[in-house]
Each structure stands twice: as C-alpha cells, then as structure tokens.
C-alpha cells in the first residue's frame, strides 16, 4: 500500500501522504455525489429499466457528466486542493478533447 500511495505521490506532484488521501477523497466524494445527481435527473425525468439505454446516456453526458466536473472542482477547493483539481482537470479535458478533434496534418 505505501509502494502505492508513492507512486501516487510522485505521479501527481504532492509532497505528503495526506495530500495524496485529500485527493482520493475527493474523487470518492465526488464521484458519489456525481451518483446522487444522476439518480436526481433519471427521477426528474422520469426514467425506468424500459427507458432506452442510448436517451440515458445522452443524458449522462448531458447532465451527469459536466455535474462531475463542477463538484470535482468544488470539492477540491472546498477540501483546499483546487490547484492540484484545476491542473488535473485541465489535462483530463485536453485528453478528451484529442479524442474527439482530429488535428489532421497535411502530407
């Protein structure tokens, strides 16, 4: 557990071990308030096990998906680690974002 909880440290650029706990508390808060937010919105909306799996995941992506981004950035101030929240979630929109925008060069 310490060999993780190293490699966590280093990859991410904190200095302590508390820091890198900090951290993973909030991504486990936040991802279970992202789970509150979507069973909110199903409800909302009035959502089954009929309801097709493609309108729940235009949903997701719709609602559920930016919800996890605006807790995660809250939570991170909240907690004191928006610096560490900001940067991470800068490069993890960057990497999305090469996903799906194709910066084709021309041969």
């Known amino acids: 557990m310490n060999k993780l909880f190293h490699k966590l440290k280093e990859r991410w650029g904190v200095d302590s071990f508390w ?7 909030i991504f486990a808060v936040t991802g ?3 789970l509150a937010v979507r069973k909110f ?7 089954t096990d009929e309801t097709s799996f493609w309108l729940k995941a235009i949903t997701w992506i719709v609602v559920v998906f930016p ?17 560490f929240v900001w940067e991470f979630e ?10 799906f925008v194709r910066t084709g060069k021309s041969d």
């Open 90 to 99: 800068k490069k993890s929109l960057s990497r999305l974002k090469k996903v």
């Open 41 to 47: 919105a199903f409800e909302f909306l009035g959502y």
């Open 19 to 25: 820091k890198v706990l900090l951290i993973l508390i």
């Open 67 to 83: 919800s996890y981004q605006i807790l995660f950035l809250f939570y991170g101030l909240l907690f004191g680690q928006f610096e």
């Open 32 to 34: 279970m308030s992202a």
